[in-house]
Structure formats: structure tokens, C-alpha cells
């Protein structure tokens, strides 16, 4: 099986990435997760966790057609996404190095490599871009093995064990190194990982990757801290300013590993901006909660390679968009830029193409018809509805079944289509991998108007079919015709405009795809 952890915010983000990647029907068969973060009130972490919710109540119902494929594994006993931590959100730092039992030469040593600040710190929203804390705390992974009051990591070991004996496991760890968590994750989780500690056989068997991103927002911690009158605020708090420095730091860190043969990772992909995108600081808690970026679609879609690409561990690739006049002080993000390997292009854009299609066909056109009472009645006018719907092999119109689209129109509604549509604007129109004059108004791709399905994508060359609601009508009442009968009416309705989406693709777009 293949499994994502993901370390602080934006490991969480990145999740929700491979979420609606796999959504798409992008996605491995089976994925196992969970996250590491001190702060469980993370906004970005209770947005994963959300949206993971939404994932699986889809996946329930729709999971046998082309998308909502991947189940999800949260591992026993969990409803949720569990999001683990190495210390007590009560604790002080000082308290998780248990300070005031040591001796007092260990104190020295404990007093040179941290400040009196960082020692105070409390522990309520993580680690505060103070990877050292981290690093420090994740050091006491072994420890947790049999821990019984969390038996996060006892459970993990058992099932990656039956992996790895029943095959190759998969496990990437994703986060950032500039900030706290992520930063302080990434090494001494892989180092774990590889000890008898967790796996006491086949541990060959067990493939390893990380997905370490590197600056693309930034923020004013010094001016928050003034407006608050927070006078020591700055100097606990993540710095921005300091991200560039933390992130050489860490690539220089990884470069020592590997010189001296002391690399435990299979394939280790970086990903960054270079023209970070203003957030606005928080320290932590609900409020830190930043817009979806395309670094984060770009770390999805590294997670994905490395789960179907195997171990490329003598690959170095690398990806940049490149330069254009239209926008001189910044380069575009298209299709062609996203850096793939081992995923085809064309397949990772027409799934996204036709998941796109079927929402935004569902949200704009069908979820008001099928809520429509008149439907039933005279369902002659939807030929596709007449012949799969109304004649003993179930209907989408009563309560039951209405109950099931909800979920699909909750998704589209609060998390697919919203996180789409902050990639494109956080960055003021430098992404151009949809066609953002084409979203009516709402703010949403939930609004794509109808009579222009066509141009759902951006086009580079500026031409765009104009293939619009009437045509992917007709594709409906086509496809429907070979629809499956031994799956629930909701899962044969959404078979059914993935189907039609996948037509409408190969009309509007066939002759046009290109590497």
C-alpha cells in the first residue's frame, strides 16, 4: 500500500492536493495517511481533515466509476485523519527535554544550543519555525512505538510490517524545511522508518521519498507583533525573511547525507517558488489557514510519482516554467510546466479536464434537475434518466439517493472547486492551467458558465471550442446506453457524466494534445 505523512501546514496542504488529484481518478488504489503537527487547530490541517471527510463519504458512494477510486486508510479505529504530535500542546519546550531533571552540565549543553525564549515556548501551536525544537522532539520517535495512549505508531508499524511482506511499500513524507514541523520531520522520520525500531524484516522492501517544499509564501511576523503589542512575539515566531537562509541550510544539510553515504531516501523531490505569493501571519491556531498555491499541485503531483514511478534514485529531474513577454516580471504555470516523469500529461489533464466537466456539468445543470419534482413525471425529456432511472433499477429522485448526490455536490462546493480556484488567483493570474475568464461572477469554478464548456481549459494559442451544455447533453444520453447495472443508481449517474466528460474531451480537444 502506499502511504502520505504529512508534516505541519504545509504537508496538510499537500494532502489536500493528492485528495482531489486522486478525486480525479489520479490516484493509487489504496492510500494510507495521517499528519504530524503539534497544532491540531491548524486551519490548513483542519481543512485536510475536512476535506478528507468529504473525499471518503464520495468515495462510499461513487467509488466504482472512473473517479473517487482511491480508498482511503486512516488506520484502525479512526473516522478521521489523525494528526499526531511528539509533544503536549500544555507543555513548555523546556518540559519535553524534562530540563529540570537533567544535570547541570547537561543543562549547559541544553542552554548552548537553545535560547531562553525557545526553552519558554510553549508547545500550543507547534513548533514556530524553530526546526531545532522539532528535531529535538522527533528525536524521541522510538519512544512511541508501544506508547498505548496514542498507539498511532504501533498500529503503523503493523500494517507497513504486512506490507512490506507482502510486497514493495511506498511512503512519502511531505512538508516544507523552512519552517518548524516539516522541517524537523523529514530526516529523523526517514531515519525511523529505515531502523529495526518499526520493521524488523524486509525492510528492503520498503521505498522511501520525500517531498520537501521550499519558499513560496511569505508574511510580516515583526508587524504583527507590533500590532498586537506583542513586544516578544517576533522573536518566537516563524520569520519569513529567514526562509531562504533555512532552506539553504537544509539542502546543504541533505547534499552532507548523501556525499557521505548516509542517504536513506529513494527519491527526494524539491519544489518552490521564486516568487513567494504574501500571506497574511499568524502564529498558529484557526487563523493559519493560507490560500491553496500551485506548489502545493505541483508537491501532489510528486506524491503521485513517486507512488506509480517506483525509485528513480539515479534520476535528477527538474522543471521551471518558462519565460514570457505577456508577463515579464513573472513566468506563467501551463500544463507543459507541471514537472512530470513517470505520470503521462495528457492523461494527468484530461482526468482533471473531465473530473472538472462532470462537476461543473453537476453543480450548473443536473443537481437542480434531479432535485426538480417534475422529473419523474416527465422524465422523457432526459432520455438518459427515462432509460436507466425509472424503470425498477432505482432512482436518484428520492430521499435516500438525494442524500448521496448531496455529498458530491458538498465536495465540488466547498472543496474541489474553492481549492482550484485560489491557486489561480493567489498569485494574480500567473497560473494558467484553466481558463479563468470562463468562471461567471461567483468567484468559483463552480460557476463556469454553461453555454462555454469548451473552454474549460486555458488555451495558449487563444482559440477555444465553443462546445457548450447542449453538446455534453447529447454525450450524456450517448454513453448512457453502455452505462454499468450492477452498481447504485448515484455511482451509474456519476459513471455517466465522467463518461460523457471523457466524449466531450475527445471532441472539443482531440486533435489538439500535445506534449
Avoid at 178 to 191: D, E, K, N
Avoid at 344 to 368: K, M, P, Q, T, Y
Wanted: hydrophobic fraction near 35%; charged fraction near 20%.
Amino acid at each position: 500500500m502506499d502511504t502520505l505523512i504529512c508534516a505541519g501546514g504545509s504537508g496538510a496542504r499537500i494532502l489536500e492536493s493528492v485528495l482531489h488529484l486522486c478525486a480525479a481518478g489520479l490516484g493509487p488504489p489504496r492510500l494510507r495517511t495521517f499528519i504530524i503537527d503539534p497544532d491540531a487547530t491548524n486551519g490548513s490541517v483542519q481543512r485536510a481533515k475536512d476535506a478528507v471527510t468529504a473525499y471518503i463519504a464520495c468515495q462510499k458512494v461513487f467509488g466504482d466509476g472512473p473517479f473517487f477510486r482511491t480508498e482511503i486508510d486512516l488506520l484502525k479505529g479512526s473516522n478521521e485523519v489523525r494528526v499526531w504530535s511528539p509533544v503536549d500542546r500544555a507543555q513548555r519546550f523546556q518540559q519535553v527535554l524534562n530540563y529540570e531533571g537533567l544535570s547541570p552540565d547537561q543543562r549547559q549543553i541544553v542552554d548552548l544550543l537553545f535560547t531562553k525564549e525557545e526553552l519558554e515556548m510553549t508547545m500550543d501551536v507547534g513548533f514556530r519555525g524553530h526546526p531545532a525544537l522539532g528535531a529535538a522532539a522527533l528525536s524521541l520517535l522510538p519512544l512511541f512505538r508501544n506508547d498505548t495512549r496514542n498507539p498511532l505508531w504501533s498500529q503503523f508499524a503493523t500494517d507497513l510490517q504486512h506490507d512490506v511482506t507482502n510486497g514493495e511499500a511506498h511512503v512519502v513524507i511531505a512538508g516544507s524545511v523552512f519552517g518548524g514541523t516539516g522541517a524537523s520531520t523529514i530526516h529523523p522520520l526517514v531515519r525511523y522508518l529505515r531502523s529495526p525500531d518499526l520493521l524488523s524484516s524486509n525492510r528492503e522492501k520498503l521505498k522511501l521519498g520525500a517531498v520537501a517544499l521550499a519558499p513560496y509564501f511569505q508574511f510580516s511576523a515583526a508587524d504583527a507583533a507590533a500590532q498586537n503589542g506583542e513586544a516578544t512575539e517576533a522573536e518566537k515566531a516563524a520569520q519569513s525573511e529567514l526562509f531562504p537562509l533555512a532552506s539553504r541550510s537544509a539542502a546543504e544539510y541533505y547534499e552532507h547525507l548523501r556525499r557521505n553515504s548516509d542517504w536513506a531516501f529513494d527519491a527526494m523531490y524539491w519544489i518552490g517558488d521564486d516568487s513567494p505569493v504574501k500571506v497574511e501571519y499568524s502564529k498558529g491556531g484557526s487563523k493559519q489557514n493560507n490560500p491553496a498555491h500551485f506548489v502545493e499541485l505541483m508537491g501532489g503531483l510528486a506524491c503521485l510519482e513517486f507512488f506509480f514511478g517506483g525509485s528513480p534514485a539515479h534520476d535528477c529531474c527538474y522543471a521551471g516554467p518558462q519565460a514570457s513577454t505577456e508577463l515579464p516580471d513573472r513566468n506563467p504555470v501551463t500544463w507543459r510546466d507541471l514537472p512530470l516523469s513517470h505520470l503521462e500529461r495528457n492523461r494527468v489533464r484530461d482526468s482533471i479536464h473531465c473530473f472538472h466537466l462532470a462537476g461543473a456539468a453537476h453543480l450548473g445543470f443536473f443537481d437542480r434537475l434531479l432535485a426538480d419534482e417534475r422529473l419523474e413525471h416527465h422524465s422523457y425529456f432526459v432520455p438518459w434518466y427515462r432509460d436507466h432511472f425509472t424503470n425498477g433499477s432505482g432512482k436518484l429522485t428520492g430521499t435516500e439517493a438525494r442524500t448521496r448526490n448531496s455529498s458530491l455536490t458538498e465536495y465540488f462546493n466547498t472543496h474541489y472547486f474553492p481549492w482550484w480556484d485560489q491557486i489561480h488567483t493567489a498569485d494574480g493570474g500567473r497560473v494558467r492551467l484553466l481558463n479563468r475568464s470562463l468562471w461567471d461572477g461567483g468567484g468559483s469554478l463552480s460557476h463556469v458558465r454553461l453555454n462555454q464548456l469548451g473552454s474549460i481549459l486555458y488555451q495558449e494559442n487563444g482559440r477555444a471550442p465553443v462546445h457548450g451544455m447542449d453538446s455534453f447533453f447529447d454525450w450524456t444520453v450517448k454513453v448512457s446506453k453502455g452505462s454499468p447495472a450492477n452498481v447504485s443508481p448515484s455511482s451509474r449517474y456519476l459513471w455517466i457524466l465522467g463518461k460523457a466528460a471523457e466524449k466531450f474531451v475527445q471532441q472539443t480537444h482531440g486533435d489538439s494534445r500535445s506534449e
